[in-house]
């Protein structure tokens, strides 16, 4: 049975990547959006129609007024995990459901279970919201499609060849778009409580094949070379904190060989198929394009 809750929802991480798109998905389906960040002008890259609140994750108090009269919460973590559970107490305290934006560490694919910094904060984010008594539902995506424009579009941009390692590796990329319309949906259909999701793209692509579907996008070839693991290290010095460089070349080394690890659960929430990365790519080639 669905029912709905119509108090508003509070998104945290509502200024990124998937935040921004699920305030824009909740409003959408009519629910009120209490949307989260520590930076009041980016208060003017937010709908006009989200109640704007500022809060910080590493100062627990500081969300108590976001928190009062919410009915659930979209939880995205990037701080230090230090003030999790001051956060998930005052949560607890407060509203009735938590959507946690989280990732697929527990899913038996080599790609997933390369231990990391990253699993272990969102496994400690788990363990503490299941010793609470809020109704819960965790998203895991893996490689989000937007990965692509911090990774390749500059150089594509440049109009150059695209050097990476691991092109053999293979992932299935999940549409950020998808990822945040499972993300509101369970945030307002309460029969999504207890919901464990792994949310992945329709097909599983090496890294090589998807600059080619970039390529198709823009209409013209873009060269793929390899580059050795030592070196994609040394160049993303300063650019990338050393543990996400290690967490990322040990998943690709682990994917190589195997195809990635699909599932239906997008279409099975949804009741649509899951955007594929070429619709990805198609709708997002201008930002590859030169000058963009
Ligand atoms: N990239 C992937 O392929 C992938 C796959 C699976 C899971 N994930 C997970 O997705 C999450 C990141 O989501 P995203 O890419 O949408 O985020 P993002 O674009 O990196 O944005 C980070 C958001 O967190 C907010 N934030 C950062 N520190 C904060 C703090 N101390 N207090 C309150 N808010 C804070 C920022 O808000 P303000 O700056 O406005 O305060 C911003 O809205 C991570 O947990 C990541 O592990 C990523």
Known sequence: MNSTDTRPVLVTGATGRVGRLVVDQL??????VRALTRHPAAAATLPAKAEIFTGDLTEPESLDPALRGAGAVFLVWTAPPRTA???IERLAAQVRRVVLLSSPHRTPHPFFRQPNPMA???????????????????????????????????TIRAGKAVR?????????????????????????????????????????LTQAAQVGVIGDALGHRIAFEEMTPDEFRSLSEGAAPSEVIDMLLTAWSAAVGQPAYVTSA??????TAPRTFRQWAADHASAFEPGS
């Open 164 to 204: 990476w390692p691991y092109g053999a590796a293979e992932t299935a990329p999940v549409d950020d778009r998808d990822v945040a319309a499972v993300s509101a949906r369970t945030l307002y259909q309460r029969d999504h409580a207890g919901g464990d999701y792994v949310l992945t793209g329709t097909e599983s």
């Open 27 to 32: 409003l959408d389906a009519g629910v009120p």
């Open 266 to 271: 997008v279409a099975d929430i949804l009741g």
């Open 85 to 87: 559970p001051a956060v």
């Open 120 to 154: 272990e904060l969102h496994a400690g984010i788990e363990r503490l919201i299941a010793a609470t008594g809020l109704e819960t539902t965790v998203i895991r995506p893996g490689m989000l499609a937007s990965n692509s424009l911090a990774w390749w579009a500059p």
